[in-house]
Each structure stands twice: as C-alpha cells, then as structure tokens.
C-alpha cells in the first residue's frame, strides 16, 4: 500500500515563508511525476507545481517566482518552498503522485496524500 504523507504546514503571516515536505512510503518500483495542489473549501483542487522523474517543473500563474518545486528520488520525497506568502494561498495542499508503479500495480495508480493546511494570516 502506498503512502503520501505530507508535513510542514501551519500558520504564517504575510510574506513569510514555509517549506512542504511529502514522502512516499510503499513497496514502490517507480514514481514518475509528483506534485502539489491546493484546495479552499468549497472551490476546486488547483494544481500548484509539478515536478517530472527528471525534474522539469511547471508552476501555476499565481505561485510563478513565489513557489519553489524540488524532489529527491533515492528518498522518494518532494517539496514546495513557498516564499512571499499571501493570504489567498491559505488552503489545505496536497500531494500527488500520478502514476506509480507497485509491486501490486505494476501498470501503475494514482495517489494522494491526506493534505496539510497552510494558513497566511496576521
């Protein structure tokens, strides 16, 4: 069974900064792409970054020169340093890995972490 567990949420004021941290747990053969989405009650899930097995990275608009996707493949990790924080990112972030590939799917599945809220206030 394979687990996303994300860490480093909380509360932080305005223009202040915080790193996310996710891990993958499992009987994993290979994770291809990961990334972070963020979602505010009663709004949809918007992608934040994503990151490839090669480590191109792509970035929504409203996080482009603010947010920073990286990841470390032997640790089976990814992170998201957020700097310049407003308040219109307070939302709970996730973490995805779309296709991974296990012992017991080995055609790949999609999974998810459970989230970590991050909350942008004075």
């Known amino acids: 069974q394979v687990q996303l567990v994300e860490s480093g949420g909380g509360l932080v004021q305005p223009g202040g900064s915080l790193r996310l941290s996710c891990a993958a747990s499992?009987?994993?053969?290979?994770?291809?792409?990961m990334g972070w989405y963020r979602q505010v009650p009663g709004k949809q899930r918007d992608m934040v970054a994503v990151?490839?097995?090669?480590?191109?990275?792509n970035y929504a608009d409203f996080v482009k020169g603010r947010f920073t996707i990286s990841r470390d493949n032997a640790k089976k990790m990814v992170y998201l340093q957020m700097n310049s924080l407003k308040p219109e990112d307070t939302a709970v972030y996730y973490c995805?890995?779309?296709?991974?590939?296990?012992?017991?799917?080995?055609?790949?599945?999609?999974?998810w972490g459970k989230g970590t809220l991050v909350t942008v206030s004075s």
């Open positions: 990151i490839t097995s090669g480590s191109r990275t």
């Open positions: 995805n890995a779309p296709f991974v590939r296990t012992r017991e799917f080995p055609d790949g599945r999609d999974y």
């Open positions: 499992g009987s994993i053969f290979s994770i291809y792409d």
